[in-house]
């Protein structure tokens, strides 16, 4: 079943210390708390507002003001939920950013940050390095760019964790 909620104007901003409600723009105005949060999974329900709240904000002007709130069921897990969330949003704002603000150098800038933020490792393989390095595809197909190509490796965690791999943009 769907998820319900309850609009509790009066609760507190945020249960959770040191964590912002994510805002939902399309819900009425008010702080809101699942009606049951033993009908529903509360990390996942919390997840699913977070992702709902996203917005591609790079170029507005203004910031946009709290319309409403849905303040962390205790019973979630916050770290999920944050983690879940972040790197979504994350993603989306790597995407939803037009090529001419996000070429290699600006992506190889996120992938820098995101590593300083969590202690990660970043190896970069850039223009004719990447001849030299054995990936002539990947030079290939960015040398009709006035932008040279690059290869970002960021790498963190166990040795032995599943890999994932992100190519292209």
């Excluded at 992938?111 to 054995?134: F, S, Y």
């Excluded at 197909?141 to 963190?156: E, K, M, N």
Aim: net charge positive; glycine share 8%; hydrophobic share 45%.
């Amino acid at each position: 079943g769907a998820i319900q909620l309850k609009r509790t104007p009066s609760a507190p901003y945020s249960s959770v210390s040191g964590y912002e409600p994510w805002i939902s723009d399309g819900t009425q105005a008010g702080t809101y708390r699942l009606a049951d949060p033993a009908a529903c999974d509360p990390t996942m329900a919390a997840i699913a507002w977070g992702l709902g709240a996203y917005r591609f904000r790079r170029y507005k002007a203004n910031g946009h003001s709290p319309s409403a709130a849905l303040v962390i069921p205790e019973a979630a897990d916050v770290r999920h939920v944050m983690a879940s969330v972040e790197a979504t949003w994350l993603g989306r704002d790597l995407i939803n950013t037009p090529a001419n603000d996000m070429g290699p150098a600006e992506l190889e800038l996120a992938a820098r940050d995101l590593a300083a933020r969590h202690g990660a490792k970043v190896d970069v393989v850039v223009g004719d390095a990447l001849i030299e390095k054995n990936f002539p595809l990947i030079h290939a197909v960015g040398r009709a760019s006035t932008r040279a190509p690059r290869l970002i490796d960021l790498t963190w965690g166990r040795a032995d964790a599943v890999k994932v791999t992100v190519i292209g943009k």
